[in-house]
């Protein structure tokens, strides 16, 4: 198992933010992103997540490998800490047990009951890391992970990673705080999109996206619904 | 897909889901009508299929912008989108648990506010019927009108303007099958229609909303 990045360019909102990315990693390897704000850490991440078509380049990772954890834990304040978790064990086909040891490993046994409303910005952070490991993915796509946890709570994460890259996972981060992992880190500076290359960047831009439409499934069979509805 | 229909029941019965906001509706906006238009019971019977079609349609609409925007706005629609689930599938699910928690009490509330409205006696049979075939058509569009709004701040009134007219359809043959039915009149081919158009809406917009979703998340 690998996750190999070619060449990739992606974009934000339309405009190209990086392009030329590359890095490779193997099983039990870890990769934090580095780079200032707005280079493009969140875009990446999306775009291996598959959240949006990249403009060039290549992606080579086994089919339904990557979780993604967001900015957003996709918790329901309604529902409690056990019944959020739930849902994704069901939807990643998870079992009972493994909701157990994803409670336990990140410290909410306690807080099963609670609605997730009720719970501290850390204490749904947890929640929603805790989702990952319900996954049964191999390579963990972060974006900003320790964002509100305390230092208890980060140590906690930083163990649940290296449990997961001993277990043969990967893991790949957006992250500013030192976890004490054994890691190497990426600068996305390098690949930043050079303004000055814009009209040749477009122009790479509509290649690469009529070959990304092709890939895709077309849109047309369908425009007629409008009018059978 | 089971998990996500059982989830969206739940989290509509849970405080603020908005279980029973159309429901309530729809029984106020009936409820209105005879203060409105008089008591005289000839009148009421006669524009009362139209009326009773027409509020459901308002109800369903009311509960259309939740569909999507909650679970765009606390990220589960990202983290639905990267799991095993196919899109396809969570929209089908999305509308299904509308339809139960919106389109199946309409129709159970239906025959009450009938008597309201002095429906005939005929027409109590064919208002459970059109209904029944009818507002799974109104989930389905209002999904696809949710799934084409999700991420615009505030796109409830957007999605009224954009689903309302898709709604003519299903209002049109169900009102007339209603009306034709309380006449004892033959009303197969209303019925055909309105059939035809929620069968038509549930095999084909799932795709095109599941495509307009994965354009929006970008």
Known sequence: MELEVADLACARGGVLVLEGVNFRLEAGEALMLRGPNGIGKTTLLRTLAGLQPPLAGRIDMPDEALAYGAHADGLKSTLTALENLRFWARVHGAGEGEIGRALDEFNLADLAERPAHSLSAGQKRRLGLARLLLTGRAIWALDEPTVSLDVESVRLFARAVERHLARGGMALMATHIDLGLAARALDLTPFRADPDRAGKAGAGKDSAGGAGKAARPPEDPFSGAEDLA | ?218
Request: hydrophobic share 60%; glycine share 12%; net charge neutral.
């Open chain 2, 1 to 218: 897909m089971i998990a996500l229909l059982v989830r969206d029941i739940r989290l509509a019965m849970r405080a603020g889901g908005g279980f029973g906001l159309g429901l309530a509706f729809f029984l106020i906006a009936v409820m209105l009508v005879p203060f409105g238009v008089g008591p005289e019971g000839g009148l009421l019977g006669t524009i009362a299929p139209g009326i009773l079609w027409i509020a459901a349609l308002l109800a369903c609409l009311l509960s259309l912008d939740r569909i999507f925007t909650l679970d765009y706005e606390d990220g589960t629609l990202d983290l639905l989108a990267t799991s095993p689930l196919p899109m396809e599938g969570v929209v089908a699910m999305k509308a299904l648990a509308h339809w139960l928690t919106t389109g199946l009490p309409l129709t159970i509330a239906a025959p009450v506010l009938g008597l309201l409205l002095n429906l005939p006696e005929s027409a109590y049979y064919w208002l459970v019927v059109t209904f029944l075939l009818g507002t799974p058509a109104l989930s389905f569009i209002g999904t696809f009108g949710a799934a084409l709004t999700v991420g615009v701040k505030r796109g409830g009134l957007l999605l009224s303007l954009l689903v309302l007219p898709l709604y003519i359809p299903s209002l049109t043959f169900g009102a007339e099958a209603l009306r034709r039915g309380a006449e004892g009149m033959a009303n197969t081919v209303p019925l055909l229609m309105l059939a035809g158009i929620t069968l038509g809406t549930i095999a084909l917009l799932p795709f095109v909303a599941a495509q307009a979703i994965r354009i929006n998340l970008r």
